[in-house]
C-alpha cells in the first residue's frame, strides 16, 4: 500500500501555501499562516471526526442554533477548534461562524489583524451518525475597516473580494481543497505523516458531466422554471442532458464529487418554507466559498439569476439558492428560471 509516495512530487500543503506568498504579496506572512491554521483546524477535527463512535462526540449537544437547527456535539468541537487556533494570533480582525448568531471578536488581551475568516465548522454534521461524508468551509477576506476590532461590515462582503477559500472534507479520506485565486489544488492527509500531500493539482471541472445533486424530496416546493430545469437534467426536455443523480445530503461531499466527475449541485429556493424562501444554504460561508472554488476550476456558481460572488450580503446568515458546478449545466438553470418563472422579483 503507498503511503503517499504515489505523487511523482512530495509537496505538502505548507510549501505549497508558502509558494503563494510571494504572488499573493503577502509580505507580511498573515494569509498564509491563517491558511496553514486552517489546514492544522482539518488535522485536528479529522483526528475525532474519523472515530467518533469511540468517543462521546456523537449526537446532539442540547442546543439550537441561530439557524434554528439542533447543534451536534461535533460541531461545537469544530467551531472551538477553529476559534482557539485562531483568537490570539493576531493576523484576523474578527470571524463568524454558523454556530454564533453575531460577529466573533477577537478576545481584548489579543491584538487583531487583517484578514476576516468565516466558516461553517462543520456543514453536514447531522450525517455524522451514520458515517456520512462532512467538511469544514472557509472564506478569507482582507478587512474594510483600519484598524481595531473588525465590524460585522468587515464580514458582510461579496465573494469577488475573498483572498482565499475552501474546504476540508472529512469522507473516505480527508482531503483539503483551496484556492487563493491562482487555480483549485487539493491535498490528500497522509495520516501516518500527518501532512496534507498535493494529490490534486490544478482541479478542472471536467467538460462533460456526470451528474446532479439535488432533494427530489422537496420536488413540490420547485417554481415551475425549476421543475423543467430538473426535467432537462433528466433527459426529459427535447434538448436535454442525462445525468445520474447522486445527493448525499452534505454540501461538502456533494460538490466535491461534482467538482471532480463534473455535475451541478442545486439547492433551489423553497415556495412553501418561509425560512427556505431563499434556498436553504448560507452565502457567506458555504455558497461563496464554494463559488470561488467552482469558478477557479472553470465552472459556475448562480442563486439562479446571477453569479453568486456578486451578490453583496446583507446579513450574516443570509440564505441564497444554489446552482454550482459546470457553466453550461449552471447558464441552463438561468435559462430556465428566465424563462418559465418570469423576471427576478426586486
Ligand atoms: P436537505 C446539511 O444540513 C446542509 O446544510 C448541507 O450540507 C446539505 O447540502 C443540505 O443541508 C441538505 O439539505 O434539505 O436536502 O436535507
Redesign the pocket.
Known amino acids: 500500500m503507498s503511503d503517499g509516495m504515489n505523487a511523482a512530487q512530495i509537496i505538502t500543503i505548507e510549501r505549497h501555501i508558502l509558494e503563494q506568498q510571494y504572488r499573493l504579496g503577502d509580505t507580511s506572512g498573515h494569509l498564509i499562516n491563517i491558511l496553514y491554521d486552517v489546514a492544522l483546524c482539518g488535522k485536528i477535527i479529522a483526528s475525532n471526526v474519523i472515530q467518533a463512535g469511540l468517543t462521546d462526540t456523537l449526537g446532539r449537544a442540547g442546543e439550537e442554533n441561530v439557524q434554528g437547527e439542533q447543534v451536534m456535539k461535533m460541531d461545537k468541537f469544530a467551531d472551538s477548534t477553529i476559534f482557539r487556533l485562531n483568537d490570539h494570533t493576531g493576523r484576523l480582525a474578527c470571524m463568524a461562524s454558523e454556530e454564533n448568531a453575531d460577529v466573533i471578536a477577537i478576545p481584548d488581551k489579543y491584538p487583531t489583524g487583517k484578514y476576516v475568516l468565516l466558516y461553517d465548522p462543520l456543514?453536514?454534521s447531522?450525517n455524522m451518525d451514520y458515517n456520512v461524508s462532512v467538511g469544514t468551509i472557509f472564506a478569507i477576506y482582507q478587512r474594510k475597516s483600519t484598524d481595531g476590532r473588525g465590524t460585522l461590515d468587515d464580514c458582510l462582503q461579496p465573494g469577488r473580494k475573498l483572498v482565499a477559500a475552501g474546504y476540508v472534507i472529512y469522507g473516505s479520506s480527508t482531503m483539503m481543497v483551496y484556492t487563493t485565486g491562482f487555480g483549485v489544488h487539493g491535498f490528500t492527509l497522509n495520516r501516518r505523516w500527518g501532512e496534507f500531500i498535493l494529490s490534486h493539482p490544478n482541479i478542472r471541472i471536467p467538460e462533460k458531466p456526470q451528474f446532479y445533486s439535488v432533494?427530489t424530496g422537496?420536488e413540490r416546493f420547485w417554481s415551475p422554471g425549476v421543475l423543467r430545469y430538473m426535467r432537462y437534467l433528466q433527459g426529459g426536455e427535447e434538448v436535454s442532458v442525462n445525468l445520474s443523480c447522486r445527493y448525499i445530503?452534505?454540501?461538502?461531499a456533494?460538490f466535491h464529487r461534482n467538482l471532480l466527475a463534473g455535475g451541478v449541485f442545486c439547492?433551489p429556493a423553497d415556495r412553501k418554507d418561509p425560512k427556505k424562501a431563499h434556498g436553504?444554504?448560507r452565502l457567506l460561508y458555504e455558497a461563496a466559498p464554494l463559488a470561488l472554488i467552482a469558478e477557479q476550476a472553470g465552472g459556475y456558481a448562480s442563486d439562479g439569476r446571477k453569479p453568486i460572488l456578486d451578490i453583496q450580503p446583507t446579513s450574516l446568515h443570509q440564505r441564497v439558492p444554489l446552482f454550482i458546478g459546470n457553466t453550461d449545466l449552471v447558464n441552463q438553470a438561468e435559462e430556465y428560471i428566465s424563462k418559465f418563472d418570469g423576471p427576478a422579483a426586486g
Open positions: 456543514d453536514g447531522s432533494n422537496n445530503g452534505s454540501l461538502v456533494d439547492y436553504k444554504l
